[in-house]
């Protein structure tokens, strides 16, 4: 039986590394890239370190993962939203942050020969998981059933059985544009209040709930939320990590937060922008290895 890698439906970790893989330049045999997945599979127990494969990997095997397609080079007014899709993106998951370096670099010696890293970011949880605005990030989570339903695929397809996808986006927060904004925009940025965290009416409709409100959607989308914050030297922002059934769920939130649905982009502009962002698919789990039978992998 199939169940999901665990990790998608844990809450997220003390601290945590995420890394992006390309396929090394010059021609590298599919069969070379079926054997080192195989051994990645046996590494992998989707707790600790879960995976995702994206979709230039999947069609440089000449497979086909259902629904899985790359991150949209989408801009709205004045916003622009960058695309920077890899193979492979590995989440790493611990309370050390050391250990979870040495982890990281035995992952890159077991992919290196077919697998470069391209990108790669610590990130940790702050408080008791706030994004570094001071805002709780993921109250409107679903939990227990609704989080399963929401984030992990069961439509009868045996390859697609326990597996999800997940969008990887990394934003870069401007603080000195944060800093000069007052408690009151503050709050309308993101539409909720930072004191007890609740949200309220009257914010304006580029609050980021209001752009993002789940049920407001035709179909419905919702996602997992899994986003912690990074930091490396001077930079620092969300590293946001959202997981569903269906790529849709993301696309139509991010078209709205753009401003592509009604002219209006999300207030977090004002603050943060967005510097990568990703598409995967990770594979269910049988036997105690990754299900990546759909790419010929054993
Ligand atoms: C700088 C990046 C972001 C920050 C700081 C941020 C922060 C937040 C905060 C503080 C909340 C309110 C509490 C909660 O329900 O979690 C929230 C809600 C939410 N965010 Fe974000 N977020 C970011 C990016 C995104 C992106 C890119 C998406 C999806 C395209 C997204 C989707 C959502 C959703 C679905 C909700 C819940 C909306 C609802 O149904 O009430 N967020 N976010």
């Not at 169940?3 to 390309?22: H, S, V």
Request: charged content about 20%; some cysteine; proline content about 5%.
């Amino acid at each position: 039986m199939a169940t999901p890698q665990a990790a998608i439906l844990k809450g997220p970790p003390e601290q945590a590394r995420y890394l992006m893989f390309d396929i090394r330049a010059g021609a590298t045999a599919p069969e070379d890239i079926r054997q080192i997945l195989s051994q990645l599979s046996a590494e992998i127990d989707g707790i600790t370190a879960a995976v995702g494969i994206g979709a230039p990997l999947v069609s440089y095997l000449d497979a086909e993962v259902p629904g899985l397609r790359s991150f949209p080079a989408w801009s709205g007014k004045g916003v622009t939203g960058v695309a920077r899709q890899s193979c492979l993106w590995l989440w790493l998951r611990g309370s050390d942050q050391g250990e979870l370096m040495h982890r990281a670099r035995r992952f890159c010696q077991l992919l290196a020969p077919v697998f470069i890293a391209t990108d790669e970011v610590q990130a940790f949880k702050y408080k008791e998981g706030r994004d570094l605005t001071g805002y709780i990030d993921g109250t409107e989570n679903p939990t227990g059933q609704d989080a399963i339903s929401t984030a992990i695929i069961s439509n009868g397809n045996p390859d697609m059985e326990a597996s999800s996808f997940v969008t990887a986006q990394r934003w870069l927060h401007n603080f000195s544009a944060f800093d000069a904004m007052s408690q009151s925009q503050k709050d309308d940025a993101i539409g909720r209040r930072l004191s007890d965290n609740e949200e309220f009416g009257d914010a304006p409709a580029s609050a980021h709930v209001k752009r993002t409100a789940q049920e407001s959607f035709d179909p419905e989308a919702f996602l997992l939320r899994r986003s912690m914050p990074w930091n490396m030297g001077g930079d620092s922002g969300l590293q946001f990590v959202a997981f569903a059934h269906t790529l849709d769920a993301f696309e139509v939130q991010w078209r709205r937060m753009l401003g592509l649905e009604d002219g209006v982009c999300d207030a977090l502009f004002q603050f943060s922008c967005a510097i990568n962002g990703a598409h995967f698919w990770c594979p269910g789990i049988v036997q105690g290895r990754l299900n990546l039978k759909v790419l010929g992998v054993e």
